[in-house]
């Protein structure tokens, strides 16, 4: 009887592997089709400007432009200058490093930090830029090593969230992105809210991320005026914003392929080293870590009074329950 489902077992796993491998096989196949023509289509200018029918992939992440809720995000902050004017979205990487493009650390002269808005009020806080870094190779807007880190006072773990680097060496590799920022599709003048897009990344050269839209049923005016903000992908930063659009799509269909670029980004591997030496010489003494995201600042502050209130009681409980099973061991 044991020996017959042993037998039964093992073809079971042998069916199993095998029809798992040749799935496997196939999709590597399709997926590796799909993106080598991307590459090779260049997508700056989209293969054609022709509309063509929708040829989706299954499982698409792909979304309209949402409205982010407070505390969505909470390592992402608005950068602003000393005007109190917006300027660009950036992510908190460690305890006071913030990262953004080069192009948006040039005014940049305060953060507000737990912001779903443009502006501040009672439940931002306002957290003050030291100093500013760029790339060494950046030099103005037309450089290609668009980035650059914002030295800012220390946070703690109430207020924020770090979010952890992607180790991400090829972004051939990536496939759906989030890109977050600040007022996606508002009017000049309007209030900007945090909002996030769920987009299709193809790459051009191994140096740039290019974040398509299509597909997809939306009535959402849809484009991207912010830059500086992250590409996110598995709740870790894969690449940094450093071009949005401007022109606004009424509506989109998933019948009708539009193609349409919103962002260009910055593939973290591209600067990746020095980040992580910023990061890494930035004195942290004294200084608590940050939690990274999806870790949510307010989740730790109940969970930290909780077992404050709480150790005495385990503290008294836990030796009883060992004794309670060495004493059934022994018997
Ligand atoms: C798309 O291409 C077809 C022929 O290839 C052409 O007749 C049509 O006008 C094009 N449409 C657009 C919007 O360019
Ligand atoms: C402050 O602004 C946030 C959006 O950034 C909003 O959710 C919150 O309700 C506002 N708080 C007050 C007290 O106005
Ligand atoms: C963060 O903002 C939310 C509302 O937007 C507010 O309820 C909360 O108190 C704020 N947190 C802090 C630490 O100010
Ligand atoms: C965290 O920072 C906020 C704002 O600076 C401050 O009000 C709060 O007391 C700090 N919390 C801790 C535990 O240091
Ligand atoms: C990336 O790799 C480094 C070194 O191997 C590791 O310390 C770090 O935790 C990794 N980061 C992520 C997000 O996996
Ligand atoms: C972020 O990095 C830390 C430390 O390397 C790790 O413990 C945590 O699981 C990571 N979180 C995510 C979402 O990758």
Redesign the pocket.
């Known amino acids: 009887m044991t020996r017959f489902t042993d037998i039964l077992r093992f073809l079971i796993f042998v069916i199993v592997i095998s029809a798992c491998n040749g799935e496997n096989i196939n999709d590597d196949n399709s997926d590796d089709g799909k993106d080598d023509s991307m590459d090779i289509a260049d997508p700056p200018d989209p293969p054609t400007s022709n509309v063509s029918l929708c040829t989706r992939r299954k499982n698409t992440q792909m979304h309209e432009i949402r409205a982010a809720s407070a505390k969505q995000f909470p390592f992402i902050v608005a950068i602003l200058n000393a005007r109190n004017d917006y300027i660009c979205a950036g992510s908190i990487v460690s305890n006071g490093i913030i990262l953004t493009s080069a192009q948006c650390a040039e005014s940049a002269k305060y953060v507000l930090i737990n912001a779903t808005k443009d502006k501040k009020n009672e439940s931002t806080e306002s957290v003050h830029v030291i100093r500013t870094e760029h790339f060494p190779t950046y030099k103005g807007p037309t450089s290609k090593m668009d980035v650059a880190v914002l030295y800012t006072d220390k946070l703690n773990n109430t207020l924020a969230s770090k979010?952890?680097l992607?180790n991400h060496t090829f972004s051939r590799n990536l496939n759906e992105i989030e890109a977050i920022g600040f007022g996606l599709n508002a009017d000049v003048g309007q209030v900007k809210e945090l909002q996030y897009v769920g987009l299709d990344a193809r790459i051009a050269d191994e140096e740039l991320i290019f974040g398509f839209i299509d597909c997809i049923d939306t009535k959402v005016n849809t484009c991207f005026k912010d830059k500086g903000g992250p590409l996110i992908v598995?709740?870790?930063l894969v690449g940094i914003i450093t071009n949005g659009q401007d022109e606004c799509t009424s509506e989109i269909m998933s019948t009708y392929s539009i193609n349409k670029l919103m962002v260009t980004a910055m593939p973290i591997y591209t600067f990746k080293s020095w980040l992580d030496e910023k990061i890494a010489k930035h004195p942290q003494l004294g200084v608590e870590t940050l939690q990274?995201?999806?870790?949510k600042p307010a989740v730790r502050m109940q969970k930290v009074h909780l077992t404050k209130r709480n150790s005495g009681a385990i503290y008294k409980a836990v030796p009883l329950y060992y004794m309670l099973m060495l004493f059934l061991n022994l018997c």
């Open positions: 979010i952890n992607s598995n709740n870790e990274s995201y999806p870790i």
